[in-house]
């Protein structure tokens, strides 16, 4: 009797684990794209595609400037979208860029 019931403890335990363990991968997978149009972004300048930057606006901006080569780019390589440090809980397009733009050491 007592095996049964702490067997099936055991499971559950085990179950809700499992549980946590998806619904903080499905949060990190669900984290939501920054909209050109977030207020923040729009300080920022952020435009999820670098090739379509104001160069009036912005005369030092280069094409090569990507979110992906930028220092506050937490994203992994070659996936499209990934964090910034700047834009918490948000995700960045690889392609993108914004005014804060630092070019990764190295
Ligand atoms: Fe992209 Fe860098 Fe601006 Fe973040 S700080 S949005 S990674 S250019």
Redesign the pocket.
């Known amino acids: 009797m007592e095996q049964t019931t702490r067997r099936t403890f055991m499971m559950q335990v085990a179950a809700g684990s499992s549980v946590l363990v998806a619904s903080s991968a499905m949060a990190q997978a669900a984290a939501p794209k920054?909209d050109d149009k977030d207020p923040q972004a729009v300080a920022?300048a952020?435009i999820a595609d670098t090739t379509k930057v104001d160069a009036k606006k912005f005369p030092k901006h280069t094409a090569a400037?990507?979110?992906?080569n930028?220092?506050?780019?937490t994203g992994k390589a070659k996936e499209p979208m990934g964090p910034?440090?700047?834009?918490a809980g948000k995700q960045?397009a690889a392609a993108?860029?914004?005014?804060?733009?630092?070019k990764k050491a190295g």
Do not use: P
């Not at 400037?65 to 992906?68: G, T």
């Not at 930028?70 to 780019?73: A, R, V």
């Not at 993108?96 to 630092?102: M, N």
């Open positions: 920054l920022l952020y400037q990507r979110c992906d930028c220092q506050l780019y910034c440090t700047l834009f960045v993108g860029w914004c005014s804060a733009y630092v």
